[in-house]
């Protein structure tokens, strides 16, 4: 489909461990953004690109969260030395516009769990 | 911090109408009104979203009160597929700040 496509849809890690989640946003969006969900709240924002420009990494919830989108396209958000407080649903989305208006298009997420 | 207040849940009987209450009393001038919903186990899905007028589309209609501190989602006819989380968001140039929005549940 035409949609937001994340991947992998689940990932397990053990504690320690890096983890890659990548995520296709509809094709020609400008904007870019990743979220962090945890069991039973409301998504809570990470990070936003603005083609490849991160202009925004104010959610990062430490120096373990690391984004890119280098081509102003694709999109990686990576997690060093995993613990197990980001056991996680990490969602990506992206919107035509540029900036933190309009609609956001979400993928369905990927669902990390750490042991 | 999310902007507005919403009920944590609510119910409605399959084929009425959803009334789905915000508060949001520190508003701007220029923040627009969003509806998102999520189903279990999806992202979060876009309804509608309002300045001062109310808005209707195929989902849903979205009543903005005049002193715009307060709006109602309205379903027209909910079906047991709008089972679901709702969030009511105040944004316009800055992070869309989720809360923990209501969940409806359809009886059937």
């Known amino acids: 489909g035409a949609g937001v496509s994340q991947s992998p849809r689940y990932k397990v890690a053990k504690r320690g461990q890096d983890v890659a989640l990548r995520c296709d946003p509809i094709?020609?969006?400008?904007?870019l953004f990743w979220y962090q969900q945890a069991l039973g709240q409301g998504p809570e924002f990470l990070t936003y690109?603005?083609?490849?420009?991160?202009?925004?990494k104010s959610g990062l919830p430490s120096d373990r969260f690391f984004a890119e989108r280098p081509e102003g396209s694709v999109s990686t958000l990576k997690i060093q030395r995993t613990q197990q407080e980001d056991s996680a649903v990490y969602l990506c989305?992206?919107?035509?516009?540029?900036?933190?208006?309009?609609?956001?298009?979400f993928g369905e997420g990927s669902r990390l769990t750490v042991l | 911090d999310a902007k507005t207040t919403q009920p944590p849940s609510m119910d409605c009987a399959e084929g009425r109408a959803a009334n789905l209450p915000c508060n949001h009393s520190?508003?701007?001038?220029?923040?627009?009104v969003y509806w998102y919903r999520q189903i279990h186990s999806q992202g979060p899905q876009y309804i509608i979203h309002?300045?001062?007028n109310n808005e209707t589309n195929e989902m849903a209609s979205l009543i903005i009160t005049e002193d715009r501190k307060s709006s109602t989602l309205i379903l027209p006819h909910a079906t047991l597929r709008d089972t679901a989380v709702y969030y009511c968001?105040?944004?316009?140039?800055?992070?869309?700040?989720f809360g923990k929005g209501t969940r409806l549940h359809i009886l059937p």
């Open positions: 094709s020609g969006h400008v904007s």
């Open positions: 968001i105040v944004n316009r140039d800055d992070k869309i700040i």
């Open positions: 690109f603005q083609n490849e420009a991160q202009l925004d």
């Open positions: 309002g300045l001062k």
């Open positions: 520190t508003i701007s001038g220029n923040e627009y």
């Open positions: 989305a992206s919107s035509t516009l540029a900036g933190y208006t309009g609609e956001l298009f």
